[in-house]
């Protein structure tokens, strides 16, 4: 007599443990999804306890959670949705973002570890959790303006994420982090998007529509999870990551209108597999070496815990809302989840990083989901102590820039694009990524051209090193003065257009100036990281938006004058 079937067992395993430990979790009011890693590590081949799980079936239906997550976030995605999140949920995102990626960097290559692991180390805590998040915002019930700010930050970064889980994981298969290479991938990738977007807003929200009209909620349930895997499978097939054809499949279902009653249908499916998903991430966890790990683990949690918060709060002000709305919105985003595994993952699969730094990111998401969740109730508080520590003169020119803002009638503006700045705008585009590629390229060849000097022309190694350093800071400095320019050119002009001709005050000008050079410069020094000496990878991102800004405010003092 045959026994029953491994995957069966691996399912009642897994399954039954969970619901027991995520119960007990429930009732000591700690969030589920701690409970469902705790449950992994559990059945996991970790721990001497007799209730192992195949991981690879485990794996196997876990990605199954990842392709129906994407799924349902692409249902609540249209390009409506993301016009309406606008400039502003952009510009938190590229402040954000890349901050995050540049401090985790650095803090990751302290710790010793090589450059591909550092880039997919910052890649992985730069991109918070959809589903945490959500649960957060279910508890808390925050006011609508800090609502709709998250979840307009939670889409902009899961299109990130898709964005960095394709490039690096296709990247680092190539042997490293190649720009040329990345750059002909992420082509690639958008002509894939584009040409499947089309064909398929052609034929299917015309034939979901007509099956959900016509037919039983079975027959759409049917067709849409059978859409989400084809589109997943056709992804695959093609180099990419499963988890954009799933996501663009949830796109497509969008544009029917009927991506409601699909969510509805698909929602219990994915909240049982994105269980399995989290199960399956506590099974890869290897507790016995954290007690060494102590380190990195405490410092990458507090990096997320604290940058977070006053970077989304920062972001927020130059973008028009309070502190206080930033700032709460940024205690909300304030943890990694489910894309920072999958990144991790897949430099894990590659090679690129080890099975220590993976089991880092899983402790890491703990402590940040525990940090997260116990400061959200008291987020208001922290908030409003903070705003009161603000200088009375830079709080004044900021709430007047906020009404000045919410005062902008935009109808003149057509859009979030003004047709007087898409030159400019793509000029400065364009600029910045020839000085990044070229900064890049420059700091690779100086280190040949340091061993050379040493070895040829007798120089002492600090010699050549600055003497490197001098080139790079050049070539910086032009990359700087570029987007300062840029920026400058943009404000002025997008300022008149939404003014209706009138001057907009100087303040005004010199705040959506610095919001710009930020939103440009940071990521711009976030990409140069991994091609930066150690030196100067510490130097250029404090001193160069120092720099900037204090140019940018001595100038407008001096045109302040009378």
Known sequence: ????????????VVLGTAAIVSALFHRLKI?????????GLVVGPHLPIPLVADQENVQTLSELGVI???????LEFNARKLLRAGPRSLLVVAIQAAATFWATFLVARAFGLGDRACVFTGAALCVSSTMIASRLLEASGPEPAVRESVFSVLVIQDLLAILLLTGLG?????GGVQASHLALTLLRLFLFAGVLLVLGLLVLPRFVRWVADRQSSESLLVLSVGL?????????????SPALGAFLAGT????????????????????????IFFVSVGMMMDPGPLPRLVGPILALSALVLILTPFSVALASMLGGRSFKVGFRAGILLAQIGEFSFIILGAGLASGAIGQELFTTAVAVSV???VGASFLNPHSDRIAQALESGIPGPLQQRFEAYQAWMNALDFRRTHGILPPRIRKPLLLLVLETGLLVTGLALTSRLLETWSLWLEAREHWSHAQALTASGILVLLVGGLLGWIIVRGSRRIAQRWLE?????????????RILQTAILLAVGLPSLAVLQPFLPTHLGWFLPLALPAALLGILGWKGQGRAKP
């Open 367 to 369: 402590l940040t989901l």
């Open 1 to 12: 007599m045959h026994g029953p079937p491994p995957l069966l067992t691996d399912l009642a």
């Open 228 to 240: 989400c895997f084809s589109l997943a499978y056709a992804s695959a097939h093609f180099g990419y």
């Open 497 to 509: 257009i939404a003014s209706g001709g009138g001057d907009p005050g100087l303040p005004q000008q």
């Open 31 to 39: 969030p589920p999804i701690l409970g469902y890693v705790i449950a």
């Open 170 to 174: 296709t990247a680092s298969g190539a």
């Open 68 to 74: 129906l997550l994407m799924f349902t976030i692409g």
């Open 252 to 275: 497509l279902i969008s544009e029917s209108g009927r991506a409601e009653r699909v969510e509805r249908l698909v929602h219990p499916l994915r909240d049982l597999f994105s269980a």
